[in-house]
């Protein structure tokens, strides 16, 4: 029986996180397209750029409140970190864990994180650009 509860708790978290994600995907969409609609260039992604700042600056605000304060129950983080800001962005991840490695001291794990992501993520894309080239051309 307990069991039970258990995979109920892990069911309902992923239903918040979904859900979340849902409502983090849209966001990302109208936004995006709004700014760079806003912006009027085609050079640089203004609208990325945007929801990143923006997915930065929300994860670093509650992410104090949380740590300071003791808001938000564990459901309702995953419903906003993981779901709405990871949909919306996981940029704001990516940079709250490299100031919580910063914050631990940890400055060389902090500009390695920075640098394997960048290279790392830059590849990714080339890598899936000339795979898909080379499949579909």
């Given at each position: 029986m307990?069991?039970?509860h258990k995979r109920e708790k892990i069911l309902y978290k992923i239903?918040?996180?979904?859900?979340?994600g849902f409502f983090?995907?849209?966001?990302?969409?109208?936004?995006?397209g709004s700014v760079q609609k806003w912006a009027k260039s085609i050079y640089f992604p203004y609208g990325t750029l945007a929801v990143n700042l923006i997915g930065c600056f929300v994860i670093g605000f509650l992410s104090c409140l949380m740590e300071t304060?003791?808001?938000f129950s564990a459901e309702l983080r995953s419903l906003i970190f993981i779901g709405i800001l990871g949909a919306f962005t996981t940029f704001s991840t990516f940079s709250y864990e490299t100031m919580n490695l910063i914050n631990n001291g940890e400055n060389l794990l902090a500009v390695a994180n920075?640098?394997?992501h960048?290279?790392?993520?830059?590849?990714?894309v080339w890598i899936g650009h000339i795979l898909a080239y080379q499949i579909w051309r």
């Open positions: 307990r069991n039970l239903f918040l996180i979904g859900f979340g983090g995907a849209i966001f990302r969409y109208i936004i995006s304060r003791g808001f920075m640098g394997i960048l290279v790392l993520g830059l590849a990714s």
